[in-house]
């Protein structure tokens, strides 16, 4: 069993940032492909952005690109997502979760654990 905890969710204003920190427990990020995912109110559970198991790679949605980016810290054993730039379209419950393979999956169905969630509200 992996356990997962989000932080860092708040309220910030567009154009402001905000970084996400997914804590783990029961195995270390450097072992598993870890994902973030959002769900806004009323709409489904849509992938943000991945690392594999190694940070070797990354992957991200085109809604973020270049505004997110995700990272492992191996020290502390989180996976963290840096929102810049954020705008009220962002404004969703985030997700992290961690699969058992050496690729981060960019589909939900592809992830094993999950984490609780952490509330982003960005004000327009």
């Known amino acids: 069993q992996v356990q997962l905890v989000e932080s860092g969710g708040g309220l910030v204003q567009a154009g402001g940032s905000l970084r996400l920190s997914c804590a783990a427990s029961g195995r270390t990020v450097s072992s598993v492909a870890m994902g973030w995912f959002r769900q806004a109110p009323g709409k489904e559970r849509e992938f943000v952005a991945a690392?594999?198991?190694?940070?070797?790679?990354?992957s991200y949605a085109d809604s973020v690109k270049g505004r997110f980016t995700i990272s492992k810290d191996n020290v502390k054993n989180t996976v963290n997502l840096q929102m810049n730039s954020l705008k009220p379209e962002d404004t969703a419950v985030y997700y992290c979760?961690?699969?058992?393979?050496?690729?981060?999956?960019?589909?939900?169905?592809?992830?094993?654990?999950w984490g609780q969630g952490t509330p982003v509200t960005v004000s327009s």
């Open positions: 690392i594999s198991r190694s940070s070797g790679s990354t």
């Open positions: 979760a961690a699969a058992l393979t050496w690729l981060p999956p960019i589909s939900a169905g592809g992830y094993n654990y």
